[in-house]
């Protein structure tokens, strides 16, 4: 069984951000091509500079159907090139795990709500079955920092999903 992770990166010149659109298919061109498959899952990480709706078109032109997750950056590197202004698309291939994801919103008003919320929507968005007998499961979470409740969160999401 295999599992790997190809990375792509595009940054905007260096007297401005640039396109979002382009930098999103860019990064995402280059993570495909070293991957050499079909994703399972993309990850983004990206300057809030950029039109955030417009490099999600970019990525997604790139990779079609394949769920995408991500959150924005102070800064964005991969393994030969850092920038601060720019587009990390990390795609994700394997035969031996499942991918589900989700949304929780309203962390900060009501946290047990926005982790159900989030558990629900792992239940229902599986995009890619666990293979028989797999038996792990792992949560990559994306959180707002600044909407508070950060342990809350966790503290939440492990009860929920049982590891708590």
Same mark, same amino acid.
């Given at each position: 069984? =295999? =599992?790997?992770?190809?990375?792509?990166? +595009?940054? %905007?010149? #260096? =007297?401005? @951000?640039?396109?979002?659109? &382009?930098? %999103?298919?860019?990064? +995402? +061109? &280059?993570?495909?091509?070293?991957?050499?498959?079909?994703?399972?899952?993309?990850?983004?990480?990206? #300057?809030?500079?950029?039109?955030?709706?417009?490099?999600?078109?970019?990525?997604?032109? @790139?990779? %079609?159907?394949?769920? !995408?997750? /991500?959150?924005?950056?102070?800064?964005?590197?991969?393994?030969?090139?850092?920038?601060?202004?720019? @587009?990390? @698309?990390?795609?994700?291939?394997?035969? &031996?795990?499942? !991918?589900? !994801?989700?949304?929780?919103?309203?962390?900060?008003?009501?946290?047990?709500?926005?982790?159900?919320?989030?558990c629900g929507d792992f239940k229902k968005n599986v995009?890619?079955? +666990?293979?028989?007998?797999? #038996?792990?499961? #792992?949560?990559?979470?994306?959180?707002?920092?600044?909407?508070?409740? /950060?342990?809350?969160?966790?503290?939440?999401?492990?009860? &929920?999903?049982g590891g708590g």
């Amino acid at each position: 069984m =295999t =599992t790997r992770m190809a990375v792509g990166h +595009a940054a %905007g010149p #260096t =007297t401005g @951000v640039g396109d979002g659109r &382009e930098l %999103g298919r860019k990064a +995402a +061109a &280059e993570a495909r091509e070293r991957l050499g498959a079909d994703p399972i899952l993309g990850l983004v990480f990206a #300057t809030s500079k950029l039109d955030l709706g417009a490099l999600a078109d970019g990525v997604c032109s @790139v990779l %079609g159907d394949t769920p !995408v997750i /991500g959150c924005s950056s102070a800064g964005e590197f991969v393994s030969d090139r850092i920038s601060d202004g720019g @587009v990390a @698309v990390s795609l994700l291939w394997s035969d &031996e795990m499942g !991918v589900s !994801v989700g949304v929780g919103e309203g962390l900060r008003a009501n946290t047990t709500r926005a982790v159900r919320q989030l558990c629900g929507d792992f239940k229902k968005n599986v995009t890619t079955p +666990a293979p028989q007998g797999a #038996t792990n499961r #792992t949560v990559l979470l994306l959180s707002d920092g600044m909407a508070g409740n /950060g342990e809350g969160l966790v503290d939440n999401l492990a009860m &929920e999903l049982g590891g708590g």
